[in-house]
């Protein structure tokens, strides 16, 4: 199936920092991300959809300039948590989809912990 | 409106057959998926369907009925390796994002 990568796989980092995750679609291209969120035990909860080439469409209740998100490309998208709070640790999923089965593809997941 | 129904917890034993429902209510219809979630990691993709009836990948299998707005996952020869989450999903229209049920969580015991 196809692949997407999502990097780093986790981090640990300090109240009111940034932090960057990268999603890459590697055989295929994207020109839909989708941002999730999973906290433990509870289902995968959207975040954003990033569109290659235009601004992301957030969900309600995500902060726009809390969560930036940046698709510059047909095979990646990034997403920034600004002014990370401890309450911003959480699951951090990626997806693509893939323009000609309609499917989407998951990447393994960036595991945020903030202190 | 959208909703997707599937129950929370299943138990199963190793070597057995179980079926996992879902229900699903959207707007028009663009396709099924059925996902697979290990704790602590992202789901991966099982299946996707579009035509009613069956579709068999070697122990996994997913039906679909749309008239009745139903599917289900049927996984045979259990597997200790087989407990996870199993995310039933669509799409609310074409080119949107999938929503997700809460997922079903099968236990597989010896």
């Known amino acids: 199936g196809a692949v997407v990568s999502q990097h780093p796989s986790w981090v640990i980092c300090k109240s009111g920092t940034s932090v960057k995750i990268e999603c890459r679609s590697l055989?295929?291209?994207?020109?839909?991300m989708f941002w999730y969120r999973q906290f433990p035990k509870q289902s995968l909860m959207l975040m954003a959809t990033?569109?290659?080439?235009?601004?992301?469409?957030?969900e309600q209740g995500v902060e726009k300039d809390k969560f930036l998100i940046n698709h510059a490309s047909l095979t990646l998208s990034t997403l920034t948590v600004t002014s990370a709070h401890p309450e911003d640790s959480s699951f951090y999923i990626c997806?693509?989809?893939?323009?000609?089965?309609?499917?989407?593809?998951f990447g393994p997941g960036t595991r945020l912990t903030v202190l | 409106g959208q909703n997707i129904d599937q129950p929370t917890e299943m138990t199963a034993t190793e070597g057995a057959i179980v079926q996992i429902n879902c229900t699903y209510q959207?707007?028009?219809?663009?396709?099924l998926f059925w996902y697979q979630q290990h704790a602590g990691e992202a789901p991966t993709f099982l299946s996707y369907?579009?035509?009613?009836g069956l579709e068999e990948k070697g122990r996994f299998s997913s039906f679909l009925s749309r008239s009745k707005g139903y599917s289900y996952l049927l996984l045979k020869e259990l597997q200790m390796k087989d407990s996870a989450s199993y995310l039933c999903?669509?799409?609310?229209?074409?080119?949107?994002?999938?929503?997700f049920g809460k997922g079903t969580r099968l236990s597989v015991i010896a």
């Open positions: 959207t707007s028009g219809f663009n396709g």
């Open positions: 369907n579009v035509l009613d």
């Open positions: 999903a669509a799409p609310f229209s074409g080119n949107t994002p999938l929503v």
């Open positions: 990033s569109n290659e080439g235009s601004k992301a469409t957030y």
């Open positions: 997806s693509a989809r893939d323009y000609h089965t309609d499917t989407q593809y």
């Open positions: 055989d295929f291209q994207a020109t839909t």
